[in-house]
């Protein structure tokens, strides 16, 4: 995206600036599980994997270190309800929980990655080509549904 590029070159962060001005990512629709004061949380629109979850805290922090032990608590307490219900509701036998937020421009975001049965285990699901995301109204709804009922 030709947009992210040109904000990073200038040390904007386009999570922020989108937030602002929109217009740098597709827009969320019935992607947004979860939004709240503090976190969003929301179906990937290039997932790795089916279920393939963002959870965005909208306060800009560069990485994990940034961030306060309360935001941090809350973030990780929330992230491991959102795995426990993928698991629930997709029968995936893991979920994977990565963030990569290489410096300034980027905003901090956990990435979720279901890995299902008969899926070759490890790292190289962190780099899987990127699919299509097709939605699933039955899950959508599940999860939400799920999701509504969480305390973190």
């Known amino acids: 995206n030709m947009l992210i590029e040109e904000l990073r070159s200038k040390s904007i962060c386009p999570t922020c600036y989108n937030f602002k001005h929109g217009g740098v990512y597709p827009d969320l629709g019935n992607r947004l599980l979860y939004e709240d004061d503090l976190l ?3 179906f990937e629109s290039k997932p790795r994997s089916k279920g393939h979850t963002i959870i965005l805290v909208k ?3 560069q990485d994990m270190s940034f961030l306060s032990d ?3 608590s809350k973030t990780y307490i929330f992230a491991k309800k959102i795995m426990n219900i993928l698991k629930e509701v997709m029968n ?3 979920v994977y929980l990565c963030t990569m937020c ?3 421009p980027n905003h901090f975001h956990l990435q979720l990655i279901p890995r ?3 899926t070759k285990i490890g790292s190289t699901n962190f780099v899987k080509e990127r699919q299509d995301y097709i939605e699933d109204l039955e899950l959508i709804n599940d999860m939400k549904n799920k999701i509504k009922n969480i305390e973190y």
């Open 40 to 42: 969003m949380c929301f």
């Open 59 to 61: 306060e800009h922090y």
């Open 70 to 72: 309360d935001v941090c």
């Open 92 to 94: 995936a036998e893991r």
């Open 102 to 104: 290489d410096g300034k």
């Open 116 to 118: 299902f049965e008969g």
